[in-house]
């Protein structure tokens, strides 16, 4: 029996496509720039975006750290939702990382609007910290999938150029917002000075992450992810997977959305369901009745090859992705409708 | 006229008694450990706390900024109420100076429970900072004076202990609210590991706070007020300000309290009022009407030699203290009845 | 034609052996801990040097970097060589990264000793940062490759026991110095409190270094590595040809020795050069004449296939690796000798 | 007896005369910018070395911390001499503060020149660190009182400007420097950004330095200052015996300068005496011969009321001062005349 792992979409494995595409890749020493496939999947995401240049790295944690850091200076201020993955889960990088203070917005499912980046902007007054960047996450992870369309996004833009402050998009699942709105990349390199985008979660890549801006601000981080250690070498193998993933794995993220609202449907009708949070993409955030622990729960149904994951009191949270085949959600949707909590 | 000035206590300046003992006190080489007078502050507001040992500072920043320093180690998280001067009013220091990330409870008038403080500390995951640091700030300015019992302390530093976290008390109000709860600071030493007593305030003092800890603590601090540039020579005559007030100036606290409450009482019968907080020691915080604006009434408060800050949209500030006199009191109830808006 | 790339061993790309390898290896996400491919390096390298604990990180920058974060906290100072890689070509990152300062010996191509370390200890005094961590780099890159024998490692390792300090090894080219030595790595673990091992120069991997210790400084390590953005998700297909070259590619560096070797002596006799730093492993470097700039000498190499890197005034680095063949060295040795910068 | 304390200049104590003109300073909030006294003494500084503002704080350690991380942003790198105050005794805070490296030359007792600056710039690669500033000490205290002229000033100002480093000068003995070159402070604002003027030491104030530099940079250091904690309120009593100082206590450091070489030549006699340092100002540091370690002569010395400074292994350091008077200097003469080791 196969498991359905839906703990995460960073559990992708490479297709034997990719794997293909991947060990035939020609490879060189990209610390000295000469890796071609690396070039090329920088060049390909930068171009996708609008955005001048790339920078291939080892994680989403690297290239948002990176692209915070860059933004930044001492005694600067980072505006975002307390939801935030580069604020709960990047280990405090923000401020360990760049030394920057954070202004905690209280977003709607992770998405902020125009008013609250004006409510965190600081006056300029040398007793508060110096307000230079404002982030999003799209989709919202902790949000539940939940996304930004481009007007919104256009909207915020619009307050930081006129606020002088620096817009960078964690784009760990981009393409889940882009397919979800029906929407384009292209316009995005005109709203946001630098993005992140993750090809090792729903695009099934094993590693990594591009990051994307202008030529000064990648020039930027590339000093800035040499100091964290982020430099690969022959990194043209792993690249080889994003240049492949950017070209098979966009489109079809809208199957991963349409099992999710299978699962949500199914879990709509479970008798150990408190609610369950809008399904927009290819995550479902739910809340366990007060009679059921999350370990309860989540052993019973791994008992059934069913794995999911602990996302705090009485939540539980499942994302579907590439590697959950259309087998695996028959056998999901019967697991879950027939979990027994009263024996 | 004289001004009164109650932007805030920090305006304070000594009185002639207090310049006396100034100018001859006994001074030496502070850095060599060798000024009498210093040595005597800090071993007096030491004892006083009961707790092992002081250090003298230049300010109650610097005495806050040390000790989220010392207690904190690299990827640390300090948790504390979103309104604490040290979050919102030190530039940002807890993330620049120790580069530690901030978990912001929401109290009720910047006072935190013990059940806030649990619902902050991260689980032990590697994508969390390391929790490390719990600080209270006591009384809360921007909580407008309120102020914490014995009893709530232990109550938290219950939590601490149970947690393994450090616990800080930001005094820079201290003994305001050991005059309003009718408490002596004596129990304080056994619930906090560090407390940060400001003397520039209420205490009238020119300059300088005391950082007090047990001794290794203390001297680990001392190390860091090094880096900070905060070791001062001849300090004597700023410390020898601090015993004068620790001995003369904290019982008169209740005076300062109670013309606050005469001025609140007061600015309830004015219409320009929209609200005001509750007055507990020596701060009143209220909003004006949606007709006037911070700036008008500060002016018109100004030209009749009244003067009080703008404390956010709506917001005035004003506190009491040592060099806001009876005939003063007098005079800006006088004041605040007779502003007129309509014209 | 094929190109004698000298400039660095980094450049070395997998075998087909080692390719077949990475391909088939058997991957899991390993930011849950369930690659188990890079379970097995880690274990592998670790059992090597009888240490605990192993980390896979992308780059060798990464694995120095996160140990020098491990092992100081802020107000630290680092003692090392000034020619050491983590001061000279890590982006300023002992500082950047970690806050720490450093004490930086002059040794002898680049190997300090027992004496100097001493010299480099800073007395109990606030006006120093304290003395937290000694490393050495073996081989030692700037200083041409020569290597530290056990009693020498002993003897230092010692000095760090006396004095409280923690003692780390830059294993950029470890095995080199080994097989050099014709010492075995069990032992290191014994006197180092960790170890930086890389696989990608000349072990010839395309991507990584795997940083050993004991369990809880790896457990530290890998919070580090998080906040850095090193957790990487499928990194087994790296991983394999760390444990492919481990099993494969140790012996054979004594052909690169001996390869370096014969181009020294070629150098010898070449009238352009100046002189010749010791030959120990595989590196050399030499100075040229004074009538001849480092870029003239690079262009003539370049135009007859043979890289190499300027190495700073009149200085000429050649690395050889296991891609540098037998015909390279044949076209290479002919190339140098007949290189004429009369015309 | 009095104590002739030739440990540094820092013991200085105020005169009754600059004490008179302290206690009767008009003084308000200097963190609201009414301290009248804080804000002439700042002007009149700025003034002196014809720059444009000026910050006044707790030491010289600060205004150098400051100036070091106005000047710098992460990943940069700061050249100085090696004996360098701000790297040897200010904590590690260059590293601590800044995150900033250092590039550590070796002057001519702490003195460095343009080719050595030269010298110690970065390539521009990833590799390294951004050279960004460059900094002089005036005197250089581990030089032992060693002084720049204007024209080695203007020769690295030169070479500054060239490579657009940013060039700031420790002045913690600024006026023995200009004193002992027989020259004026005003063109010394044409050279450096920023300078760190020292008040506690030779010219007898009991605490502070004060920053100078151009406005934007003031207001920068400003805001540094507010996250050290730096900012005081009355502090008009200090700033105005630095006013006093400035008046009354440059020319008379010609006195100390002689009573220095009194000293020097007395020590040329003395059988105890290894070598002496040549004394160019107020500072005479001398190598005691193998028989007779530090600690044996300072005890023999402080018996008779001399007290000198350990300055490493076998060094002494004496420094004349305002408090060192013709008196002192006949007994301490005597003193060292006779000194005995041979019981
Ligand atoms: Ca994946
Ligand atoms: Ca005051
Ligand atoms: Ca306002
Ligand atoms: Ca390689
Ligand atoms: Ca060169
Ligand atoms: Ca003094």
């Known amino acids: 029996m196969l498991i359905s792992d839906l703990r995460s979409d960073t559990v992708t494995r490479p297709t034997p496509e990719m794997l293909e595409v991947m060990f035939s890749a020609p490879v060189g020493d990209d610390v000295f720039g000469e890796d071609p496939t690396v070039n090329a999947l920088e060049e390909k995401a930068a171009n996708l975006f609008n955005l001048e240049a790339g920078l291939f790295c080892p994680s989403g944690t690297m290239t948002n ?34 030394g920057a203070s954070v202004y905690l917005l209280h977003g709607e499912r992770g998405k902020i609007t125009p008013a609250m980046v004006r409510s965190g902007i600081r006056p300029n007054n040398i007793h508060y910290p110096l307000s230079k960047l404002v982030t999003l996450e799209n989709t919202s992870n902790k949000g539940g999938g939940s996304f930004y369309t481009l007007p919104e996004i256009a909207a915020i833009a619009e307050v930081c150029r006129e606020n002088n402050l620096a817009f960078h998009l964690d784009g760990a699942r981009v393409f889940n917002a882009l397919v979800a709105a029906n929407e384009q990349p292209q316009p995005y390199g005109q ?70 609202k299978i699962l949500a449907e199914t879990l709509q009708n479970c008798s150990y ?30 008992a059934q090859n ?14 579907t992705h590439l590697d959950f085949t259309d087998a695996m959600l028959e056998h999901t949707v019967q697991v879950l409708r027939h979990l027994d909590f009263n024996n």
Not at 67 to 96: F, M, N, R, W
Not at 203 to 227: D, E, H, M, W, Y
Not at 273 to 302: H, Y
């Open 65 to 98: 750290q990176i692209a915070i850091k860059a933004h930044t200076e001492p005694l600067s201020e980072v505006i975002c939702d307390y939801t935030s993955h580069i604020y709960q889960y990047e280990g405090g990088g923000i401020a360990a990382n760049s």
């Open 191 to 260: 709203f946001f000075d630098s993005i992140s985008v993750c090809l090792s979660k729903g695009l099934g890549t094993p590693v990594g992450s591009v990051l994307l801006g202008n030529k000064a601000f990648i020039q930027k981080a590339r000093r800035i992810r040499k100091v964290f250690g982020g430099g690969m070498r022959q990194a043209g193998y792993l690249a080889a997977a994003g240049i492949y993933a950017l070209d098979n794995h966009v489109n079809r993220l809208v199957e991963d959305h349409n099992k999710a």
């Open 273 to 302: 369901v408190q609610n369950i949070q809008p399904v927009d993409t290819n995550i479902i955030i739910f809340k366990l009745t007060d009679q059921i622990t999350e370990n309860q729960f989540l052993q019973k149904l791994a």
């Open 306 to 319: 069913v794995l999911a994951l602990d996302f705090g009191p009485q939540s539980i949270r499942l994302v």
